[in-house]
Structure formats: C-alpha cells, structure tokens
C-alpha cells in the first residue's frame, strides 16, 4: 500500500515537472553528426555488452552518442565491465523517491542532445525520470511505457523484443523517416509525432 501511495506522488511529480521542461523540439537528420543521448539498465550483464556493441557502432558511424547507465549496486562495488568512456549512477544515487540525482545525472538532463534513446524495455522510474526531464530534441521510447507521453517517436514493442532489436529498430526507422523527409518537399504530417 505504501509502495503504491510513493509511486502515484512520484508520478504525480515527475508528470508536473515534466511539463515544465522548455526545449527545442528537433527533426535531426540521422545521417549527419547528430548527438545522441542513450538511457538503459546497465546491470545485467547481456544487456551492458549489447548496449556498449550500440554505443561502439555509433561511433563508427560517425554519431556523437553519449550513455547514461543505472548500476543497481552501491558505487564503492562499482561494475566489473564499466569503461570511463561511458557514464553510470548507483542505487544510492535513487532516493526513496525513486528520484535520481548526482552530477552525471543533472548534466545528462540538462544537455541538449539532438536525440535522446531510452532503451528499457520495462518501466523503470529513476530512467522514466532522466528521460521525461531532458531537454533533448527528439526523445524515443516505448509507446507503452508510463512516460510515453514526453516521447516524440514511440515505439509498440512485444512482450518478445530485445534490447538489440528494440536499439536498431530505432536507428532504422529514423534513417527511413530522414529518407523519405529528403525525398519529398511536401510532408502532410507532423514531424515530431510518430508511432511505429
């Protein structure tokens, strides 16, 4: 009962904050030097390498990502495969709020990146929080996910896909949007809104 109360408050909170968060609204291109910003749980194990498969072929494509990983162990444990490259918080960087914070955290928040990817595949609050707050231009995530309202391109995924999946698809359909955008002079739909 108690769990349920924090969690309402929490949501309640995050939907307000989140409504004042002014940013600037992009359509980027995702075939020239865009500045991505990847949120996903790097505690599993899998989960971390694909992510960090992700992150490397990015790179290589000659995308600016930077990530953002959830670690549920105290920092002094820190994790066996964390590379400087890449930025983590802990679990006792979540209040019992479920709110995170720390330097990396406000700093994530607050950069302005051209896309932002929340790859979880599940809810998960300190996440859902990062990426309703940021002040990227075009957010992704699921459309089913309790913070599908700040996304600008949601995503219907079955209870089968994995982060792998979930991570290319993304970087399929916006190739295929950017595509089409360049193809035509005339668009008839909003280019900020879409479900796929």
Not at 81 to 102: H, I
């Amino acid at each position: 009962m108690i769990e349920k109360i924090k969690n309402s408050y929490a949501s309640y909170h995050l939907r307000k904050d989140a409504s004042k968060v002014e940013r600037v609204r992009k359509d980027p291109d995702i075939h020239k030097n865009a500045s991505i910003g990847i949120l996903y749980d790097a505690t599993d194990k899998v989960t971390f390498e694909i992510v960090r498969e992700f992150f490397r072929d990015l790179r290589s494509d000659q995308k600016n990502p930077v990530s953002l990983g959830y670690i549920d162990f105290k920092e002094v444990t820190f994790h066996p495969l964390a590379r400087p490259e890449n930025d983590y918080f802990f679990k006792d960087q979540v209040n019992w709020m479920k709110k995170p914070s720390g330097a990396v955290v406000e700093n994530f928040i607050k950069e302005p990146f051209d896309i932002l990817i929340n790859l979880t595949l599940e809810d998960f609050f300190p996440i859902d929080y990062i990426a309703a707050l940021s002040k990227a231009g075009l957010k992704i995530g699921r459309g089913n996910s309790a913070v599908a309202f700040c996304y600008d391109l949601s995503f219907q995924i079955d209870k089968e896909a994995d982060i792998k999946s979930f991570a290319y698809t993304i970087i399929h359909y916006l190739s295929k949007i950017n595509n089409e955008r360049n193809q035509s002079t005339q668009r008839n739909r909003s280019s900020h809104y879409y479900s796929v």
